[in-house]
Structures are given as structure tokens and as C-alpha cells.
């Protein structure tokens, strides 16, 4: 690692949940969800500069409001700064882009300006921005510990406690179909005690058998009994299962994620090619990374 100049760069990958029970708090380091979900090697690098004017956020050259990674800024720095982050993944349809947007800034801004926070400091700055603001409850703890990570409870450090379903790196295959509104099913209390017996029921039946073939069959369960999938990701998620595959919805988006299962990875991208562009991601220990200026 290098600071040249007062300029930090990271990377935080995406993280996408299959199934998840919310956990009110007052105190926000504890507020949070549980469960499981998968990180990719794609997600977002953030590079960061010390700025003449007022802090600026760009996503993909296209200044944004950015409220979750702004409120990390003004949490850990009281000078204006340029943000500006690349994403390879789609944003607001249920790959954690708000968590990874908030943990590379995190990591780029300790990096630039030699903060000398730790990483569970950065996390828990990132955690709070996220819960505070509604676009999160548990992507940044995920997105902390690559792979497959069980969230068993909770919050950020020392609050939050993961695991994680052990596998070797394999392949999944996305389909972004349209954009849900977290915050809009967040606070609908209906659909969340729906969702918090689902998703803990299905976390109790994961740690009984913990693999990622009993991860993908249980995020199809929490899928079909929230209720949260449109017609047309119903559709995909059958036309999937129909030929070996395994696959479920992006929690919380309109997006179909899958792996090949007893199917070849060729039928699964065929498949899904009827819904609309494929996305290829791998899962293996994807974790943040700080990078060379």
C-alpha cells in the first residue's frame, strides 16, 4: 500500500442476500439482520482526494447524492473531499452497491489521510451509515467476510457474529429485471413478520446442514413464502429449476440469481438469456481491498 498525495483507493465487493431476518435496536452498532447470503468478485472501487470546493460523490463519471457513502465522508472527515467509484455491479436491484459503496469509501478515505482506524472502526462507520439510512441492514458484515457468510447475529463488531458455508469458488449467473425500494419494504410491518419467520426458520435449517446446494433451496423458500417476486422472476426462477439449475431472488431486488447445479453452465446462461443480459460473477473469499495508489 502506497499514499501519494493524499489519495486512497478500495474495493468492496458486492454482496447479494438470499434470505434474512431484521433486528430492531436504538443503538445502531447493534441494529441489523441475519442470514446468508453470497459475495462476488465484483462490487465497487472508490478513489478519494483531498477537493478545492465541496465534497463531490461520482458513480460511473455521474455525480449522485450518494446519501449512505456521504453521511461515511462526514463521519470521518470534516474537509471537503472528491469521491469517485466504479461499479461492476447493478445498483439498487439487490447486490449491496449502497454497503460497498460506503465500505471502499471507509477504507480510501483511512487510506489517503492516514485515519489510522481499524478495520472493524471502518466497518462499523460504514454499518451505521447504511442502518441510519435506511438502504441496509446487513450487506456491509457480509461484504466483510467474503464467500458464503452466515450473519448468526446482529449488527457490526462486537455485536454482529458470522460464520460461513464452506465451499470452493464456483460461479453464480444474474439477471437484474427491475429495482425494489428497500426502504419501502422495510417499513411495511406486514411483509417484515412475514419475513422475519421465514428467514429464521431458514437460517436454523442452514446451520443444520450448512452447503451451498441447502443455501440456494432455502432462498427459493424465503422467495416463494415472502411473496416478494414479480410474475416475470417467478418465471425465471422455474425456468432454472426446470433444467437442473438452482436459483432464487436477490434480497432485496427484482433479480434473479442462480447456479448451475445438475445443469451445465451453458443451459443456465441459455435460459436465462430469455429474461435479459446475463451477469457472470464469481464467489470465492472476495473480500475488501485496500489498493495500491
Do not use: W
Not at 431476518?21 to 447470503?37: F, M, V
Not at 450518494?66 to 455491479?89: M, Q, Y
Not at 489510522?116 to 441492514?137: C, F, P, Y
Request: charged share 15%; aromatic share 6%; with cysteine.
Amino acid at each position: 500500500m502506497s499514499t501519494k498525495g493524499h489519495v486512497g483507493r478500495a474495493f468492496a465487493p458486492g454482496h447479494i442476500t438470499g434470505f434474512f431476518e431484521i433486528h430492531d435496536d436504538p443503538l445502531p452498532q447493534k441494529r441489523g439482520s441475519t442470514g446468508c447470503g453470497l459475495v462476488l468478485d465484483g462490487g465497487i472501487e472508490t478513489t478519494v482526494s483531498e477537493s478545492m470546493g465541496r465534497t463531490e460523490i461520482i458513480l460511473d463519471g455521474i455525480p449522485v447524492l450518494a446519501e449512505t457513502t456521504r453521511a461515511v465522508v462526514d463521519k470521518l472527515v470534516d474537509f471537503p473531499v472528491r469521491v469517485s467509484c466504479t461499479s461492476s455491479i447493478p445498483i439498487g436491484c439487490g447486490f449491496g452497491a449502497s454497503a460497498a459503496g460506503a465500505l471502499s469509501v471507509a477504507y480510501a478515505l483511512n487510506e489517503a489521510f492516514s485515519l489510522d482506524l481499524t478495520s472493524n472502526q471502518l466497518l462499523e462507520t460504514a454499518h451505521i451509515a447504511e442502518v441510519t439510512n435506511g438502504s441496509g441492514m446487513g450487506d456491509v458484515e457480509g461484504q466483510s467476510q467474503g464467500g458464503i457468510p452466515i450473519r448468526l447475529s446482529a449488527g457490526c463488531p462486537p455485536y454482529g457474529k458470522l460464520d460461513r458455508v464452506p465451499s470452493p469458488p464456483f460461479e453464480i449467473f444474474c439477471v437484474v429485471l427491475g429495482e425494489l425500494s428497500t426502504g419501502s419494504i422495510l417499513e411495511d410491518s406486514a411483509i417484515m413478520r412475514e419475513i422475519n419467520s421465514a428467514g429464521r426458520e431458514a437460517l436454523h435449517s442452514l446451520l443444520s446442514r450448512p452447503t451451498l446446494e441447502n443455501f440456494m433451496q432455502l432462498s427459493k423458500q424465503f422467495t416463494l413464502r415472502c411473496g416478494l417476486a414479480s410474475e416475470h422472476l417467478l418465471d425465471a426462477i422455474e425456468s432454472v429449476n426446470a433444467i437442473g439449475g438452482m436459483s432464487s431472488q436477490a434480497m432485496l431486488g427484482d433479480t434473479i440469481f442462480a447456479i448451475s447445479g445438475a445443469a451445465s453452465k451453458m443451459d443456465i446462461m441459455l435460459s436465462l438469456k430469455e429474461f435479459g443480459d446475463v451477469l457472470t460473477y464469481n464467489v470465492g473469499s472476495c473480500n475488501l481491498l485496500p489498493l495500491d495508489v
